[in-house]
């Protein structure tokens, strides 16, 4: 490959001289050319460098050569070829010769393969030691910027994790004075985080702002309403509309009130509010608040858990609203009759809620649909609910880095909510 590279790059320095030589015959003549070739006499075999003026009758008009056996046409030409003026003491195989047409004259020009053939020698020891000393100075500089590499990547990484749980502020680290591709990635990781940021503030603005110009004139609705039902001259018929119409108030208050924790608790907001929760606990007060309503119904509601405590790093108040979710969404859909088993089970690396019913379960392809907001299915339209409950549970999972899952319970439906379990020592 490189003795090719060089006889190109001496092809290329022989064209570069036809073009002269052209141009200097074309402007003064041939006597230009000969006194030119004249100059370069001094230049002598020795050089590798050759130069020829034939006429039509490929007579001697110039150069340093007396002739060329053969064709002498462009390409590479044997030494043996060549007559020389003067004693022959070059050591060159062959030439490179590049043939010139001036007018009815001829101009061969060559240069010598004893240059690519030295060159390539010397390049072949070069190029080991060099070969030996990238070697070694590369595998050090490889592990090196390896492992800066992969530090910067973490810091990426973990960057990108804290802002996938809700930390907005989080910024990849930036060094000063460099401007690889890491750099520039980093800092435009930094500025579409920016940008985010500027958006869920933005939308956390709106949703304050609804919730003070809404949430007033809904309660004052409310209270006017209630007053209107407590007097005494309104006929019953429209005391009974009037309580409806609360009842209604009541229900898009708690609807508006659920869509703005949903949208509190997707923006990470909660997270300030962690600490370390005991799910047993927790467990025990849904127990002593459902526990009558399903007596009422006439449904088997049964509580298991592991003994206490059971803790992990959470916002109390929101894992007991989605656990109570989930246990008054099998309450409200399963029949009279229904068996629900709620349990709390801890494995080596996880903790797990579960609630098992033998209700009448979810198709399979509703169930991802069933975590939207407002989603519900066909036959529970004539219940009552807003469609926001599993959706709040499904945020207050993600919030917690849990994974929520529906599966079949055969009959019935299997809700389950596994937790990464603390290091041993702190269940």
């Given at each position: 490959m490189a003795d090719y590279e060089i006889t190109k790059w001496i092809e290329e320095q022989l064209l570069e001289e036809e073009t002269a030589y052209t141009h200097l015959y074309q402007?003064?003549?041939?006597?230009?050319?000969?006194?030119?070739?004249?100059?370069?006499?001094?230049?002598?075999?020795?050089?590798?460098?050759?130069?020829?003026?034939?006429?039509?009758?490929?007579?001697?008009?110039?150069?340093?050569?007396?002739?060329?056996?053969?064709?002498?046409?462009?390409?590479?030409?044997?030494?043996?070829?060549?007559?020389?003026?003067?004693?022959?003491?070059?050591?060159?195989?062959?030439?490179?010769?590049?043939?010139?047409?001036?007018?009815?004259?001829?101009?061969?020009?060559?240069?010598s393969t004893y240059f690519v053939t030295e060159l390539l020698e010397g390049l072949g020891g070069g190029l080991l030691i060099g070969f030996a000393i990238v070697l070694l100075v590369g595998a050090g500089a490889g592990v090196a910027v390896g492992r800066r590499t992969e530090h910067r990547l973490v810091q990426i990484s973990t960057t990108l994790q804290d802002v996938a749980k809700g930390n907005l502020e989080a910024r990849v680290p930036l060094k000063s004075g460099t401007a690889d591709d890491l750099t520039q990635l980093s800092a435009e990781i930094n500025k579409t985080i920016g940008h985010l940021q500027n958006m869920v503030e933005s939308q956390n603005q709106i949703s304050a702002d609804i919730a003070h110009d809404l949430r007033t004139p809904m309660q004052r609705l409310r209270q006017r309403l209630e007053a209107i039902g407590q007097s005494p001259d309104l006929p019953q018929l429209q005391?009974?509309?009037?309580?409806?119409?609360?009842?209604?108030?009541?229900?898009?208050?708690?609807?508006?009130?659920?869509?703005?924790?949903?949208?509190?608790?997707?923006?990470?907001?909660?997270?300030?509010?962690?600490?370390?929760?005991?799910?047993?606990?927790?467990?025990?007060?849904?127990?002593?608040?459902?526990?009558?309503?399903?007596?009422?119904?006439?449904?088997?509601?049964?509580?298991?858990?592991?003994?206490?405590?059971?803790?992990?790093?959470?916002?109390?108040?929101?894992?007991?609203?989605?656990?109570?979710?989930?246990?008054?969404?099998?309450?409200?859909?399963?029949?009279?009759?229904?068996?629900?088993?709620?349990?709390?089970?801890?494995?080596?690396?996880?903790?797990?809620?579960?609630?098992?019913?033998?209700?009448?379960?979810?198709?399979?392809?509703?169930k991802e649909k069933v975590l939207r907001r407002f989603y519900r299915l066909e036959k529970s339209r004539t219940t009552s609910g807003n469609g926001l409950g599993l959706s709040l549970v499904k945020a207050v999972a993600d919030l917690h880095d849990a994974k929520l899952s529906l599966t079949d319970g055969n009959p019935g439906l299997t809700v389950s909510i596994v937790f990464t379990a603390p290091p041993k020592g702190s269940l």
């Amino acid at each position: 490959m490189a003795d090719y590279e060089i006889t190109k790059w001496i092809e290329e320095q022989l064209l570069e001289e036809e073009t002269a030589y052209t141009h200097l015959y074309q402007e003064k003549g041939l006597e230009a050319v000969v006194a030119q070739l004249s100059g370069l006499g001094d230049f002598n075999f020795e050089d590798h460098r050759i130069f020829l003026l034939q006429d039509v009758k490929g007579a001697h008009l110039a150069g340093n050569i007396a002739r060329i056996n053969g064709s002498g046409a462009s390409g590479y030409l044997d030494a043996a070829s060549i007559e020389v003026t003067g004693p022959d003491e070059n050591e060159s195989p062959g030439y490179i010769l590049r043939n010139i047409s001036l007018g009815a004259h001829t101009l061969i020009l060559g240069t010598s393969t004893y240059f690519v053939t030295e060159l390539l020698e010397g390049l072949g020891g070069g190029l080991l030691i060099g070969f030996a000393i990238v070697l070694l100075v590369g595998a050090g500089a490889g592990v090196a910027v390896g492992r800066r590499t992969e530090h910067r990547l973490v810091q990426i990484s973990t960057t990108l994790q804290d802002v996938a749980k809700g930390n907005l502020e989080a910024r990849v680290p930036l060094k000063s004075g460099t401007a690889d591709d890491l750099t520039q990635l980093s800092a435009e990781i930094n500025k579409t985080i920016g940008h985010l940021q500027n958006m869920v503030e933005s939308q956390n603005q709106i949703s304050a702002d609804i919730a003070h110009d809404l949430r007033t004139p809904m309660q004052r609705l409310r209270q006017r309403l209630e007053a209107i039902g407590q007097s005494p001259d309104l006929p019953q018929l429209q005391a009974t509309a009037v309580y409806e119409a609360i009842d209604a108030a009541d229900d898009l208050i708690e609807t508006f009130h659920a869509l703005l924790r949903i949208s509190q608790i997707e923006a990470g907001a909660r997270r300030e509010n962690f600490c370390q929760v005991d799910l047993v606990s927790v467990l025990a007060r849904i127990e002593d608040a459902y526990g009558a309503v399903a007596e009422e119904k006439g449904q088997s509601l049964t509580f298991t858990a592991v003994p206490p405590p059971v803790t992990i790093s959470g916002d109390r108040q929101l894992l007991t609203q989605m656990m109570a979710n989930v246990v008054e969404n099998a309450l409200r859909h399963c029949a009279g009759d229904a068996q629900i088993q709620v349990g709390l089970e801890v494995h080596n690396a996880t903790i797990t809620f579960v609630v098992c019913d033998n209700g009448p379960g979810i198709p399979a392809e509703e169930k991802e649909k069933v975590l939207r907001r407002f989603y519900r299915l066909e036959k529970s339209r004539t219940t009552s609910g807003n469609g926001l409950g599993l959706s709040l549970v499904k945020a207050v999972a993600d919030l917690h880095d849990a994974k929520l899952s529906l599966t079949d319970g055969n009959p019935g439906l299997t809700v389950s909510i596994v937790f990464t379990a603390p290091p041993k020592g702190s269940l």
